[in-house]
């Protein structure tokens, strides 16, 4: 049997477990959600997990798929006491779920996995280092603290800047703010403060069009999108021009290119992600950054790639040579 981990509303989710039931596979999803609701018992003296008020057959799971699970402030429960606890209340609260979540998972520690637990938290600088290690290209980037290290690098050609960490950092109720890629001017620079907060700076690059790649067990699964043709989504294409949708196509990557995105995902043990790159006028790749969990029906409908009964399909083979092997 095929678990799947993930939170509720996961449409990447509901599109594989369509495919399994098409394959009359046999499947169980549990939603972080689950663990605030009535029915979930989970036992560590002897392992045993509840669901919904019905016992789980642990020797009958071969293979685990971890999806985005957590969203403890995206449930109910939180929605509901928000308005009656204290802030560090409900971030205490939120940190007891991660606790039981992961407690969860460990339940689950011997068996096959598609993206282990341990890799979600990628650093967007560390998989710098290791792209660059793996033969990839990389673009010029810096960590500066001090206006006037800014101030020279702007004055050197183009630059942007990003974050280090998410994007998305603040919610309201009336949506969320986000951070996107954006240009530094010289200008700009002059406005700043001698000291700044520790910034990763990268040199612009000049794209023909940025790459998003589904990395699947080796197989790479590649979309050309040509952001650049709109002043909105030239630096960041997820700053989305609705009036004027940018173009998506499937697209051939070079095989030394394909070579280094396998060793890299090699290196950094993982089976399954999203990654950003960029093919520069210059005819070069450049890596951006790796997503474990990245959204990939964006790359499976404008391509026709058939990515969740790909994903479906992985999954069944491994649990069926898991229960070879038992």
């Known amino acids: ?90 971030a205490h609260l939120a940190r007891e779920h991660a606790a039981t979540i ?18 979600l938290n990628v650093n967007k600088l560390d998989m710098l280092l290791q792209a660059r290690k793996c033969g990839l290209d990389i673009p010029e980037t810096h960590i500066v603290n001090r206006k006037a290290d800014l101030a020279r690098l702007a004055g050197q050609g183009e630059y942007v800047s990003k974050s280090s960490y998410e994007t998305f950092f603040l919610k309201e109720p009336s949506g969320t703010y986000s951070m996107f890629t954006k240009g530094l001017s010289a200008e700009q620079v002059e406005g700043f403060s001698p000291e700044i907060f520790p910034s990763l ?4 690059v000049e794209k023909d069009h940025e790459l998003r790649i589904f990395y699947l067990d080796g197989d790479c699964y590649a979309m050309a999108i040509f952001s ?10 997820r700053e989305y021009d609705w009036t004027n949708p940018t173009r998506s196509v499937p697209c051939q990557l070079p095989e030394e290119v394909l070579d280094g995105i396998r060793r890299f995902m090699g290196a950094i043990g993982l089976n399954c992600g999203s990654v950003d790159m960029i093919r520069g006028i210059d005819g070069r790749y450049y890596f951006l950054e ?30 069926r040579q898991e229960e070879v092997r038992g």
């Not at 992961?102 to 890799?119: C, N, V």
């Not at 650049?228 to 294409?237: A, I, K, N, V, W």
């Not at 964006?298 to 491994?318: D, G």
Request: aromatic residues 10%.
């Open 1 to 90: 049997m095929i678990l799947l981990l993930s939170s509720g509303g996961d449409a990447s989710v509901d599109y594989v477990m369509d495919w399994l039931r098409f394959r009359r596979h046999p499947f169980l999803r549990l939603n972080s959600d689950d663990l605030l609701e009535d029915g979930f018992h989970l036992s560590l003296t002897p392992p045993r997990l509840a669901l919904r008020g019905q016992d789980v057959d642990l020797n009958a799971i071969g293979v685990v798929w971890l999806r985005k699970v957590g969203n403890f402030q995206n449930s109910d429960f939180y929605r509901q006491a928000e308005s009656r606890m204290r802030p560090d209340s409900l």
């Open 102 to 119: 992961r407690a969860l998972i460990a339940l689950f520690a011997d068996k096959q996995w598609l993206t282990h637990p341990s890799l």
């Open 201 to 204: 700076i990268q040199r612009k």
């Open 228 to 237: 650049q043709q709109s002043s909105r989504t030239e630096l960041d294409f």
């Open 290 to 319: 790796v997503n474990p969990t990245g959204q990939f029906g964006m790359t499976s409908s404008p391509c026709n790639y058939s990515l969740f009964e790909r994903v479906a399909e992985y999954l069944i083979q491994h649990d």
